[in-house]
């Protein structure tokens, strides 16, 4: 059966890439279409409106959807027992996929059964007339047409530590959940899609790469032997390419590397997909992150839940939920404020828009070759677009260094940003 995949336009701010470019992992989200759908056999073919499609019977889905191999092998297995006609992707509520159902244009409805379900673009097309305008315009006639098919998934959860704790809150508050699945289908509209969608990135991962190379997973259990420590397992679960150079003072765990991947003396890197050429410098912390190929991690630089483009280089004393684009270039002392505690998080979508997203905590996004220097204090959720060179006020720097002062002499700066001889005021 062929895979149509319709060009919906879309672009992703601050970058501007047609989202079929948006990485994931180690690809793009167009490559990592091809790649689930031509394991079950269905050859993607791409095209720019429904005229082109000459078919009567055909899997439709949007260029912007991400669907996991798992995914699309139960949605596929749901077809199989399914009368014949138009079909689209339905799935029931879960953690997976309340986070960014806020930011996704994705139609909610009750189900048979009183479910919730939310209702993806991905379609079986059984001999529906699609007509020729823009990819909403199809997607409204499709969903007249099709019947809903609920798609089982499994989710498991995992809770960690929150960054900060309000006063007041209780212990149950002071943890967030996350989800633990390789079922995953969403639509991809904003930066913190590809933020989010890659946070997932490492049960996908793991979950197909253990599929594929059990006989590897075996092995590393039996070297596990006897299994009281768990630790001893993580550090054995690491997938490492070609010519890696790991300092023995490293920490490493659950973690696929690319080749020639450098880690640095005390760095620590858990549970994060590292790709081709990356150096992570003396000291650094990488957790739960996707660090691109050729990417340059400074020493002591702590990255949590991050996306970082390739050749990106990266030095900062913590940065957590946050992109940077390719080719940027971020220094120590630039920060992303990662919390609010009041009102809404804000952020840029597809199409010119805004919109909130339901948490508080979230860092923001740097557009390719963006160069941040200096003292600087960015707020939750904005976007710097590609190109912007961003440094520090004038008057917080000294510009200006006097000659003749006497040694030992204390000085300060004023507000021109020359340095003057300090004066006590009371």
């Given at each position: 059966m062929k895979a149509y995949i319709l060009n919906t336009n879309t672009e992703i701010p601050p970058f501007g890439d047609p989202v079929s470019q948006i990485p994931f992992v180690h690809e793009t989200l167009a490559e990592s279409q091809d790649r689930a759908l031509r394991r079950f056999g269905c050859e993607p073919v791409r095209v720019d409106s429904a005229d082109q499609i000459n078919d009567t019977r055909y899997l439709l889905l949007f260029d912007k959807v991400y669907i996991s191999e798992r995914m699309l092998r139960s949605f596929l297995r749901e077809l199989r027992n399914a009368e014949p006609g138009t079909k689209v992707l339905a799935v029931t509520k879960s953690l997976s996929t309340e986070q960014p159902r806020a930011l996704q244009d994705i139609v909610e409805e009750i189900s048979a059964d009183g479910d919730e379900i939310l209702l993806y673009d991905v379609y079986r097309v059984d001999g529906t007339a699609l007509p020729d305008g823009p990819a909403e315009v199809v997607k409204q006639t499709l969903?007249?047409?099709?019947?809903?098919?609920?798609?089982?998934?499994?989710?498991?959860?995992?809770?960690?530590?929150?960054?900060?704790?309000?006063?007041?809150?209780?212990?149950?508050?002071?943890?967030?959940?996350?989800?633990?699945?390789?079922?995953?289908?969403?639509?991809?509209?904003?930066?913190?899609?590809i933020l989010w969608l890659n946070n997932l990135a490492l049960g996908i991962h793991w979950v197909e790469t253990i599929r594929r190379h059990s006989l590897w997973l075996f092995g590393v259990t039996m070297?596990?032997?006897?299994?009281?420590?768990?630790?001893?397992?993580?550090?054995?679960?690491?997938?490492?390419?070609?010519?890696?150079?790991?300092?023995?003072?490293?920490?490493?765990?659950?973690?696929?590397?690319g080749d020639n991947v450098?880690?640095?003396?005390?760095?620590?890197?858990?549970?994060?997909?590292?790709?081709?050429?990356?150096?992570?410098?003396?000291?650094?912390?990488?957790?739960?992150?996707?660090?691109?190929?050729?990417?340059?991690?400074?020493?002591?630089?702590?990255?949590?839940?991050?996306?970082?483009?390739?050749?990106?280089?990266?030095?900062?004393?913590?940065?957590?939920?946050?992109?940077?684009?390719?080719?940027?270039?971020?220094?120590?002392?630039?920060?992303?404020?990662?919390?609010?505690?009041?009102?809404?998080?804000?952020?840029?979508?597809?199409?010119?828009?805004?919109?909130?997203?339901?948490?508080?905590?979230?860092?923001?996004?740097?557009?390719?070759?963006v160069e941040l220097v200096g003292k600087n204090l960015m707020h939750p959720g904005r976007a710097i677009p590609n190109g912007y060179r961003i440094t520090m006020r004038p008057d917080e720097a000294i510009v200006e260094v006097p000659k003749g002062f006497p040694e030992r002499t204390p000085l300060v700066r004023d507000e021109r940003g020359s340095l003057v001889p300090f004066r006590r005021t009371d």
């Amino acid at each position: 059966m062929k895979a149509y995949i319709l060009n919906t336009n879309t672009e992703i701010p601050p970058f501007g890439d047609p989202v079929s470019q948006i990485p994931f992992v180690h690809e793009t989200l167009a490559e990592s279409q091809d790649r689930a759908l031509r394991r079950f056999g269905c050859e993607p073919v791409r095209v720019d409106s429904a005229d082109q499609i000459n078919d009567t019977r055909y899997l439709l889905l949007f260029d912007k959807v991400y669907i996991s191999e798992r995914m699309l092998r139960s949605f596929l297995r749901e077809l199989r027992n399914a009368e014949p006609g138009t079909k689209v992707l339905a799935v029931t509520k879960s953690l997976s996929t309340e986070q960014p159902r806020a930011l996704q244009d994705i139609v909610e409805e009750i189900s048979a059964d009183g479910d919730e379900i939310l209702l993806y673009d991905v379609y079986r097309v059984d001999g529906t007339a699609l007509p020729d305008g823009p990819a909403e315009v199809v997607k409204q006639t499709l969903l007249r047409e099709a019947e809903r098919l609920v798609t089982p998934k499994r989710e498991g959860r995992i809770r960690i530590r929150r960054p900060s704790v309000e006063a007041g809150q209780s212990q149950s508050q002071a943890y967030i959940e996350f989800p633990l699945t390789s079922s995953v289908v969403m639509h991809i509209n904003s930066w913190v899609h590809i933020l989010w969608l890659n946070n997932l990135a490492l049960g996908i991962h793991w979950v197909e790469t253990i599929r594929r190379h059990s006989l590897w997973l075996f092995g590393v259990t039996m070297r596990c032997f006897p299994w009281r420590n768990r630790f001893k397992f993580l550090r054995k679960m690491v997938r490492k390419g070609k010519n890696c150079k790991i300092h023995p003072s490293a920490y490493i765990e659950g973690c696929i590397l690319g080749d020639n991947v450098e880690v640095g003396a005390r760095a620590s890197v858990r549970f994060s997909f590292i790709g081709d050429n990356v150096v992570i410098s003396d000291g650094s912390t990488i957790a739960n992150t996707v660090v691109g190929k050729d990417a340059f991690i400074r020493e002591k630089t702590l990255l949590v839940s991050c996306v970082i483009y390739p050749e990106a280089v990266v030095d900062n004393l913590r940065m957590q939920m946050s992109v940077v684009g390719r080719r940027a270039t971020i220094s120590q002392w630039f920060t992303f404020v990662d919390a609010k505690f009041e009102g809404k998080i804000m952020v840029d979508v597809a199409g010119g828009g805004r919109g909130a997203i339901d948490t508080n905590f979230l860092g923001s996004c740097a557009g390719h070759e963006v160069e941040l220097v200096g003292k600087n204090l960015m707020h939750p959720g904005r976007a710097i677009p590609n190109g912007y060179r961003i440094t520090m006020r004038p008057d917080e720097a000294i510009v200006e260094v006097p000659k003749g002062f006497p040694e030992r002499t204390p000085l300060v700066r004023d507000e021109r940003g020359s340095l003057v001889p300090f004066r006590r005021t009371d």
